[in-house]
């Protein structure tokens, strides 16, 4: 077999969280003893760690391992990153779209590391407010490039499911350093993502 992806999940944590799921479960109503639902807080207790395994992963080192001498010093794109993370305040998923662009300062960092670092922020619980800035200051912080932008386009369950039950807004947060602070630049970054 060339290749196998294995899945690790810490036992205790699943056993714990397995345990409060039945109970959040039959305290919403339903019988956790009938077939379908049999399974499903170990697979929930799995899938929340699944979905905040950002926590323990480091930004940081994943932009580190990647980084190379070079001196090209136009812009750098990378648009339509896909993006699925929780929202903090009511546990309920946000999804949508990142646009990443920054000019290296001497470094280059491969491609893949952008939607990499992109999902250790997202697999956390959230706000898109924060996320932006994590995004921008850890390329910022740690490339430190001659400008960094980062635009976040996402849609929030939170409010299409409930709240104002609106199905067909999407929130925009958006966030620049460096070069993209003058206007020219930004609006160059903003034409090429089609903004
Ligand atoms: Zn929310």
């Known amino acids: 077999m060339p290749y196998k992806k294995f899945e690790e999940y810490n036992m205790q944590v699943t056993d714990d969280v397995k345990d409060r799921y039945k109970n959040i479960i039959e305290d919403l109503g339903?019988?956790?003893t009938?077939?379908?639902l049999l399974k499903t807080p170990e697979r929930a207790a799995k899938a929340m760690q699944f979905l905040t395994q950002g926590y323990n992963q480091d930004p940081v080192e994943i932009l580190k391992?990647?980084?190379f001498k070079e001196s090209y010093n136009e812009m750098v794109i990378v648009k339509d990153i896909e993006l699925y993370s929780l929202c903090e305040h009511h546990i309920l998923p946000f999804f949508g779209?990142?646009?990443i662009a920054y000019i290296p300062n001497g470094q280059i960092v491969g491609l893949?590391?952008?939607p990499r670092?992109?999902?250790v922020f997202s697999r956390r619980l959230q706000v898109q407010e924060r996320l932006t800035e994590q995004i921008l200051d850890c390329i910022n912080d740690t490339l430190k490039p001659q400008g960094v932008a980062v635009v976040i386009e996402a849609?929030?369950?939170c409010m299409m499911m409930r709240g104002v039950q609106k199905q067909n807004s999407t929130t925009t947060t958006s966030g620049f350093r460096g070069?993209?602070?003058k206007i020219e630049t930004r609006n160059e970054f903003l034409k090429l993502i089609g903004k």
């Open 97 to 99: 779209k990142v646009h």
């Open 117 to 119: 670092i992109v999902d």
């Open 179 to 181: 070069q993209f602070e």
């Open 155 to 157: 849609a929030h369950m």
């Open 112 to 114: 893949s590391k952008l």
């Open 65 to 67: 391992s990647a980084m």
């Open 30 to 32: 339903e019988d956790t």
């Open 34 to 36: 009938r077939d379908g």
